[in-house]
């Protein structure tokens, strides 16, 4: 069935460090593929997506490229602050159907 | 617009008891999910609700609970009864049909003791 598997977490790093979560999906069709992001006490809200292949979404600095060929949407940011901390989910979304498929989530520490 | 509000906010209850969670969607969002978030199982779709219709409840964990949307803009999950075993946040969420973009409320934090 559809699936989406993303890196285990924690994630620990340091201010101003090259980020990357891996996401790799499985999926019957054409997906839109979504990063969401969780901080604490919250509920999850959108950070970026990319509805068809080679698509670039980004948002607040954050980077992901849908790569049909690997199945893949790695997401990125260049330089990480504190105020990154939460857990990641990559998910995605099929047309036939508004049902969204989450990872399990990553969980991401920054430190000063 | 206030976004997606649940409530309660926090339950406590003892196992055994009837417990229910309410969520009201974002005005003009046809599609409501209700999803179950642990340390161990991560994220779980229970159901979702197309035009107030439920569409897929292969996720709801077994007949102790049930879901409702009489209407668009209210929806409520019932744990009848509870077990220690369904502590977990739950939270709904609304999106305007095949866009992708689901809208969380802040969830209600359940715990059974």
């Known amino acids: 069935g559809d699936s989406v598997t993303q890196m285990e977490g924690p994630v620990t790093l340091s201010e101003e460090a090259f980020l990357t979560i891996n996401c790799t999906y499985t999926a019957t069709g054409y997906p839109s593929l979504f990063w969401y992001v969780q901080y604490p006490g919250e509920g999850l809200q959108l950070l970026l997506k990319a509805t068809k292949a080679d698509d670039k979404g980004s948002n607040k600095g954050f980077e992901a490229t849908y790569r049909k060929e690997t199945t893949s949407f790695h997401l990125e940011k260049g330089s990480v602050q504190v105020s990154d901390s939460a857990v990641y989910f990559c998910?995605?979304?099929?047309?036939?159907?508004?049902?969204?498929?989450f990872g399990k989530g990553t969980r991401l520490h920054i430190l000063p | 617009d206030a976004g997606v509000i649940q409530s309660p906010r926090h339950e406590v209850t003892e196992m055994g008891q009837e417990v229910t969670l309410r969520c009201k969607p974002i005005s003009g969002h046809n599609s409501l999910f209700w999803y179950r978030q642990t340390m161990m199982r991560g994220l779980e779709l229970l159901i979702y609700f197309n035009n107030n219709v439920p569409i897929d409840d292969s996720g709801m964990p077994e007949d102790r609970f049930s879901a409702k949307m009489p209407n668009a803009s209210f929806s409520t999950l019932k744990i009848q009864p509870s077990e220690p075993r369904d502590s977990a946040v739950y939270f709904c969420a609304s999106i305007i049909r095949l866009t992708g973009k689901a809208f969380f409320g802040q969830g209600t934090r359940l715990t059974v003791v």
């Open positions: 998910a995605l979304s099929l047309d036939r159907d508004d049902k969204i498929i």
